[in-house]
């Protein structure tokens, strides 16, 4: 399901080179079993195998990525309701709607952005891109991601920086598709150390209250639990790290085999979905697992807003691995 190009970037046209595939500029990294598909738009992780077996749900070089799979999701992950929030200036702003059934702004402004490539080797890779200003978000951000593939799975760094005038909001996440093993989501076991989850409308999915996982016992995952028919798609919270101060969360197929994902304290929120969709070949194939910044809405909450003033960085960091 992943391509057999070594490790490589195509070039621009314009320069003489070859056309860039419609999911971008590709990158292929390699360390032992593990073999990492990066793409440029959106500084996406396309493919992630170990000993041939997908860990993420992959798609093809020359397609257009499909539900946000593995798109790196900033300045904001999740949603801003409404597309509407006041900054810190008392300023309302309005970003476009880019979930229109919901009528939200979804996942930020540079998954659909052309990255480009920095550096690219055999084990790592940087991809960097500028955040002009605009109306809803105006101020000017440059972003770079890092991969790198090592004896522990592929570890992604995300730093961004402030490089206008204005203190501005951020928020940042990861967007994959974990695969177990064979079979769905509903065969599959998932831990997660989360003891609290934000409840949402039905209808929009607009944020509401905190609850404890005690007062929803089919979302209290601290103890493996296998997902069956649960049908998830919300934000956890209040996360046990665990070795090396790292939250860990696994899925695992019922061969023993899966795959983990670990983050550590400057991503306290983590969104899970279950996937289900109405068309048969994407329902349930892959369980989305984000590490976020902060919850859903946070533009408008406040709440784990990272605000970073003019020259100032945030970086976080995650790693997924065969488990």
């Not at 419609?22 to 793409?39: F, I, Q």
């Not at 890092?146 to 204005?166: F, P």
């Not at 951020?170 to 998932?190: F, K, M, N, Q, S």
């Amino acid at each position: 399901m992943t391509d057999s190009t070594s490790p490589s970037t195509t070039s621009d046209p314009d320069a003489g080179g070859a056309p860039l595939p419609v999911s971008g500029a590709p990158v292929t990294l390699v360390h032992g079993p593990y073999r990492a598909e990066l793409a440029g738009v959106g500084a996406t992780l396309r493919a992630l195998t170990h000993d041939g077996r997908d860990l993420v749900v992959p798609f093809d070089v020359d397609a257009v990525r499909p539900l946000f799979r593995g798109a790196l999701l900033a300045p904001w992950p999740n949603r801003v309701v409404d597309g509407r929030y006041v900054d810190d200036d008392g300023v309302e702003r309005q970003l476009a709607v880019s979930e229109v059934e919901r009528g939200h702004a979804l996942h930020g402004l540079v998954a659909w952005a052309e990255w480009q490539v920095e550096e690219a080797g055999p084990t790592r890779a940087s991809f960097a891109t500028e955040l002009a200003p605009s109306d809803g978000y105006p101020w000017r951000l440059r972003l770079r991601a890092e991969h790198e593939l090592g004896d522990e799975g592929l570890t992604t760094t995300v730093t961004a920086t402030n490089v206008g005038v204005g203190t501005a909001p951020y928020g940042v996440a990861p967007h994959p598709y974990l695969v177990a093993g064979e079979g769905r989501v509903d065969d599959w076991t998932l831990t997660l150390p989360a003891a609290s989850w934000l409840d949402v409308t039905d209808d929009r999915l607009v944020p509401l209250d905190l609850h404890g996982v005690d007062e929803k016992p089919e979302f209290d995952f601290r103890a493996s639990r296998r997902l069956g028919d649960t049908f998830v798609d919300h934000a956890f919270t209040d996360l046990e790290p665990g070795e090396g101060g790292l939250v860990r969360a696994t899925v695992v197929a019922a061969d023993g085999r899966g795959v983990a994902m670990t983050w550590g304290p400057e991503l306290p929120w983590v969104q899970v979905h279950t996937a289900d969709r109405p068309d048969p070949a994407d329902d349930r194939v892959g369980l989305a697992v984000e590490p976020m910044t902060c919850p859903p809405d946070a533009f408008s909450s406040g709440t784990d807003l990272v605000r970073l003033a003019p020259g100032e960085q945030h970086t976080a960091a995650w790693t997924i691995s065969a488990a």
